[in-house]
């Protein structure tokens, strides 16, 4: 016998849990596939185990997307501070960290169980382990979903399958497919919020520098983040990187100032006067790990790196200041979606409604979370953007 849903939502996720939540809230009768054998698994394994969930200081202007007014109805009709209600009133604990993070005090799964607390209570039913094998469009507002052998009917399909990124996670490109099989396009699809790898000397140079971490200021183009960057094995990481990798041409140079908001020419400049018998490396000694001074030294000063900095020109000191305050570095790649936190691009928004996620040339069929083009910032804006369009699809349906 087959079975009828007015929802079937593909992906067990955090964007398909809301959207199921706030369906069963409407009275609609849900049922999610996941693909995995748990739902909720990145929702887990986020925020270091306790799940950045969402972002005080959350605005249009924290995401990508080729339209960039589409995230702002979502965003406005359900905020950070509409999920926060939620946490307090599970009596989750949680605290803030810089730029406006929060995070569960205990567990990620808190979180999950919240989600799952809530679809229980309206009804939705949760399948795992679900190989989706054909979804057809039969009728006006209705389809039909054939899984594990078992058909369904629906009156509406929600694709949140999520993107590409941590394939070891089983993340497969079902949800671009299914837009290419009802005639909705995609945007150019790469890794994102993701760590950068390089070869040759810097390769060598960083690998040496693994595990040592400083503040700095990323540019690209006319794009700036200011925050910590790491260095690796294989190359740069830390939030920094990963918000610049966002913006990043492939090919083209970061430039990197290690002290941000710091005239490091002018300091050595005042120091050749302060205290002449000074070498540049006891100086800068004072800034950075010395570790990092060292590699530095044999890049940028290593004919003279024994010399007080009396015996400087100005014109050498202004020379090294200003390559600390603006390193550039060619990246060789990215370390792809092995590691990256989402994908950028997706589902193309033109093709949806930024009120309901409905797909505007197949109604009933749905596009929720990171298989769209939405990506945020790193800092809890992509949960927020799964949220957001969740609430805005699941009042919809």
């Not at 009596?91 to 799964?109: M, T, V, W």
């Not at 039909?144 to 993107?163: F, I, P, R």
């Not at 740069?236 to 005239?263: E, F, H, K, M, R």
């Not at 990506?375 to 949220?387: E, K, R």
Request: net charge negative; aromatic share 10%.
């Amino acid at each position: 016998m087959t079975k009828y849903y007015d929802a079937i939502v593909l992906g067990g996720g955090a964007a398909g849990l809301m959207t199921a939540w706030q369906a069963g809230l409407q009275g609609r009768k849900v049922r999610i596939l996941e693909r995995s054998k748990k739902v909720g698994r990145k929702i887990l394994m986020s925020g270091g185990g306790r799940c950045n969930f969402t972002n005080l200081h959350t605005t249009e202007s924290d995401f990508l997307c080729g339209n960039p007014h589409f995230v702002k109805s979502a965003l406005k009709r359900y905020t950070a501070w509409d999920f926060i209600g939620k946490v307090i009133e599970h009596n989750i604990p949680y605290h803030e960290r810089s730029h406006g993070q929060l995070f569960c005090d205990n567990k990620a799964k808190d979180i999950l169980n919240m989600l799952l607390d809530e679809c229980a209570a309206v009804g939705t039913e949760i399948s795992t382990q679900c190989d989706i094998t054909g979804i057809e469009s039969v009728g006006e507002k209705q389809f039909e979903v054939t899984t594990n052998g078992e058909v369904l009917l629906a009156s509406s399909v929600v694709v949140a399958t999520g993107g590409l990124s941590i394939p070891s996670m089983g993340t497969t490109p079902f949800g671009y497919e299914i837009a290419k099989q009802f005639g909705l396009p995609t945007t150019p699809l790469r890794a994102s919020l993701v760590p950068y790898t390089f070869d040759g000397e810097h390769k060598q140079m960083f690998s040496r520098l693994s595990g040592n971490a400083i503040d700095t200021r990323i540019t690209f183009g006319s794009t700036s983040f200011e925050e910590a960057m790491l260095f690796t094995h294989r190359g740069l990481s830390g939030p920094v990187v990963l918000q610049i990798s966002n913006y990043w041409t492939p090919g083209q140079a970061i430039t990197v100032d290690l002290l941000p908001g710091v005239d490091v020419a002018g300091l050595l400049i005042e120091a050749k006067g302060s205290r002449p018998k000074s070498i540049l490396r006891t100086i800068m000694n004072e800034y950075f790990p010395r570790n990092l001074v060292l590699e530095l030294e044999s890049l940028w000063w290593q004919d003279v790196k024994d010399k007080p900095v009396a015996e400087y020109s100005n014109e050498q000191l202004a020379n090294i200041g200003a390559t600390f305050n603006a390193w550039n570095l060619i990246p060789a790649g990215t370390e792809g979606y092995k590691t990256a936190e989402v994908t950028l691009g997706g589902v193309d928004t033109d093709y949806l409604s930024s009120k309901t996620m409905e797909a505007t040339t197949q109604p009933g069929l749905y596009f929720v979370g990171e298989v769209v083009d939405v990506t945020g910032h790193l800092g809890g804006f992509n949960f927020q953007w799964a949220w957001s369009s969740g609430y805005a699809c699941g009042n919809a349906l």
